[in-house]
């Protein structure tokens, strides 16, 4: 029901600039989170940034100071600013969408998107 796509990834070199997108579609409570989270091979998936509906965002501390995370709540799309990259940040980078209604708890993510980052 709930479907996240993912775009924008690529091979960039060290200290360039992506940008990611994700666009949401199906039935998602207009109060939401939606963020992004990366897993480097042999990695734990990890925090990148969220942002809920009301425009509070959190970072994880390795991209503090160089990412941007944005959203358009009338698109359900969440953008992800990538600055200064680093090797270090090539994973496959997903989107997550949490929400909750009636009660009930939902979480989604997207498939994922490859950012690689050459030095």
């Known amino acids: 029901q709930v479907q996240l796509v993912e775009s924008g990834g690529g091979l960039v070199q060290a200290g360039g600039s992506l940008s990611l997108s994700c666009a949401a579609s199906g039935s998602i409570f207009s109060n939401n989170a939606m963020g992004w989270y990366r897993q480097a091979p042999g990695k734990q998936r990890e925090l990148v940034a969220v942002?809920?509906?009301?425009?509070?965002?959190a970072y994880g501390d390795p991209v503090k100071g160089r990412f941007a995370i944005s959203r358009d709540n009338a698109k359900n799309t969440v953008y992800l600013q990538m600055n200064s990259l680093k090797p270090e940040d090539t994973a496959v980078y997903y989107c997550?969408?949490?929400?909750?209604?009636?009660?009930?708890?939902?979480?989604?993510w997207g498939q994922g998107t490859q950012v690689t980052v050459s030095s």
């Open positions: 942002i809920t509906s009301s425009g509070s965002t």
């Open positions: 997550k969408v949490e929400f909750t209604e009636a009660r009930n708890k939902y979480i989604h």
